[in-house]
């Protein structure tokens, strides 16, 4: 049996999922069913996790940046969210993305 999909409002920077367009400002507007949804919230709040951790890390003078694992780490959760946002998204939020020019060739 497929899972219905349903319509969610995507905030990147707040890490917010909403169901109502009108409940906080939003970026991107995708269809996704609970699965994808749940998948979605994991990878937001693993990137909250690693942002504590680049939190701590940054008072640590000696690490450059290019050295830094939490950072590295960050990206890729970055990339997963913005991968993710594009195969749900409507086709504003893939041409958005697609003009950022941030996702490995396919």
Do not use: C
């Not at 939003?26 to 996704?32: D, V, Y």
């Not at 694992?69 to 958005?96: P, S, V």
């Amino acid at each position: 049996m497929t899972e219905s999909k349903k319509t969610y409002y995507i905030n990147i920077s707040d890490g917010e999922i909403q169901s109502v367009s009108t409940a906080s400002p939003w970026n991107f507007k995708i269809e996704a069913n609970d699965e994808e949804i749940t998948a979605l919230r994991e990878i937001f709040d693993q990137g909250h996790s690693t942002g504590w951790q680049n939190f701590m890390r940054a008072h640590v003078p000696y690490v450059q940046y290019h050295y830094d694992r939490e950072n590295d780490a960050l990206d890729r959760q970055l990339l997963q969210t913005y991968e993710m946002i594009y195969k749900l998204g409507d086709e504003e939020a893939r041409n958005h993305i697609e003009s950022m020019g941030i996702l490995p060739e396919k």
